[in-house]
């Protein structure tokens, strides 16, 4: 009895002795940094702890000995042995785990795929929500990206959503941007309306910035680059926050979002929701808009997962249409805030121009494994979107600055004095009046992807993508001002109408866009060579109904289908040299479809023969090195763009009109060199840098060019214009642009961070009336801007809390953003939009 009693002793002993803790820190092995709520687990046991801000954790252990697993959403596992004596601590220092594609996929359960360093050749970066969350602040969503290689977002006017991104040196047309896997660009012209995902913020995961072809698994790829924003799904933890956030001029956010984690049953939920007003940094600018957003996923055993997801942001704002001269900004009280396009009515902000949509989305997302070698990802999503934008018509010249209608010069408009005209005409009607031009649609579509293994090194996918969708174009009245109607002509079927509030007015049109494609991929990954090899082909067609145009009883009233058959074809490879150095490469061809308005000119129902599709041939070569405190990435690209389509507006000032030029079958070259670098000198300090040298032109002369104004009525339909645009600068976006950056743990729980940009290269958009022999545009001043931020962690009772605060062009500095050439490309007659100068915003989140 006394050696058993000895023998328990000296086994209790033992283990009370064993007891230890072991530290460490999990790192990100894309952006090199720290990655917070990654579980720590000893194998084997439930004892575990999850990672904080900076990706430390501290962990007691009873084992002497034995591995822990580190693991994190999206990410493949780590198993890590310790070895601890006597309660001693052990330090395993850095543990870096990396993307897995297919865990990414699981989650998101979307036919798209992320890039995943050190094996998918393209150029990338990505952006993680911890960063979204410190930086939004009260910029755009697109603004995150700003420090990114190759990116120059703009708030455009100044209004709430109004911004705009481009990449690479073409627009959002020529961006795809895809919500969990699901593209949100225009059916019909391509385009990203920021302010329909004005919550997206809250509930992003991580986004991601493919340059260039891109990995996304789509039929075509777009010219500039691939957005991939992936939202909160299953990989949300139990429970939830609060958040409120203030700022300049008003801005004032607040919501909450709250998960469920995963349940016993395997049904897992989340929802957020947020309401974001003020008054705007620019003048007449004020908005108010909601976000909501619910993902409810459940396991089906072990092979099925379904998850729904739907959001949307209703909104509404004032905006600033109408670009100036420079001198108007300087003699202007109100500076470079000025906006010539409000005023008042019976003493009330009265919003000439605005804006006010919604955009719900709703996407049904299932994942099957079908077995340990194939699976099949399938998506079927709706959007439903309501709204649009006003503007003014009539007699009453309410563009001019200096207009009888304002109550001083350079002053708000004083609508008064419109409403006493209308009155006074009686029975005639209103002489001038406010609609909304809307664009109401619903759009339909699925997607589908199938992997197989084939071999250990070899996969196979293939794919579908579906869509359906369907445009209703039209101006209704929307303020009579005080009259009693408004005489419209423009109804072939109506002549002589008395419109009212709420009826429509100029134009009436359906535009219908049916999609079909597929693609096929191979993808080999073995050792350190990883490559791919994809084939896509698809099919756009496009009908126009004209409500307005034609007689109800006229055959051309619609039009049947135009159909443009495209495909693509594209490769690339990654190869590892040793655990520090990767090389890549990648190249291919493709063609799209014209977008809308090039097919159907004019806004008549006259097709045009001669559209054809986009042609794009793009290469790229990039170089990145990794090590445990550094990272660096270098790549080169060049994009030849035939055939390209879009529109360009311009401002006469004589006629305070603005007018669009459609300019067909141009082509571009867009070529350049990007750099970006992360040094983690210390823990407590890491530094960013990136430059971005690119060199874009156009590179043909364009003839038969017409120009319609707002009411979309040709102007020259017997005298179109040429343009002589072989050699001239791509404008719209800085060609050269720098970045710098530090974030720094000053205090226990606190980071500053400070991030510098330099914007270079800034052609101005061209005027079609200017281009002629030996055109160049203006070139605008370069510019800085310097940010800074400031992040503190603290507990809030039994919470985890968060202030953040942040200065966004700290110094004030005062920048041309957006530039339009005016007659003789100089300063004097540019019509810009200024950035915005010195803006804050203070904001406190708690976690439970």
Known sequence: MRKFLALAFFLTSATIFAQGTITGTVFDSELNGPLPGANIKVVGTTNGTVTDFDGNFTLEVKKASGEIEISFVGYERKVVPFSVQNGATQNLGQIILSPDA??????????????????????????????????????????ILKSTPGVYATKQGGGFGDAELRLRGFNSENIAVMINGVPVNDMENGRVYWSNWAGLSDVTRSMQVQRGLGASKVAVPSIGGTVNIVTKTTDAEEGGNLFATTGNDGYMKFGATVSTGVLDNGVAATVSASKTSGDGYIDGTEFEGYSYFLNVAKDFGEDHQLSFTAFGAPQRHGQRETRHLIETYRKSDRGTKFNSDWGYLNGEVKHVQDNFYHKPQMSLNHYWNISEKTNLSTAVYASFGTGGGGGFTGDADLRNIDSEYRSGYLQPLDLDKVVEENVANGDLGSRTILYDSRNDHNWYG???????????????????????????????VKDLLGGTYWLEDSDENNPNAVARTGDKMSYYNDGIVLWEGGFAQAEYSKNDLSAFVSVAASNTSYKRVDYFNYLDSDPEQETDFIHFFGYSAKGGANYNIDNNHNVFANIGYFEKAPFFNAVFQNFQNDINEDAENQKIFSAELGYGFRSANFRANVNAYRTLWGDRTFTQSYFVRDTGETYFANILGVDAIHQGIEVDLSYRPFDKLTLTAMASLGDWKWDSDVRDVFVFDEDQNVLNPDAPIELLLKDVPVGGSAQHTYALGANYEALPGTRLRVDYNYYDKLYADFDPNNVGEGYQPWEAPDYSVVDLGLTHDFEFGDFQATLIGNINNLFDTEYISVVRDGMDSNARTAEVWYGFGRTYTVGAKIKF
């Open 446 to 476: 699925a997607l589908s992807t199938l992997s197989t293994e084939l071999t250990e090194d070899i996969e196979l996918m293939g794919g579908l993508d579906v869509r359906y969708y369907k445009g209703e174009h039209f101006r209704e």
């Open 102 to 143: 297919d865990a990414l996929e699981e989650i998101v359960i979307t036919s798209f795929s992320l890039a995943i360093d050190r094996k998918t050749p393209v150029a990338v970066s990505t952006i993680k929500a911890a960063d979204i969350e410190t930086k939004i602040g009260n910029q755009e969503f697109p603004e």
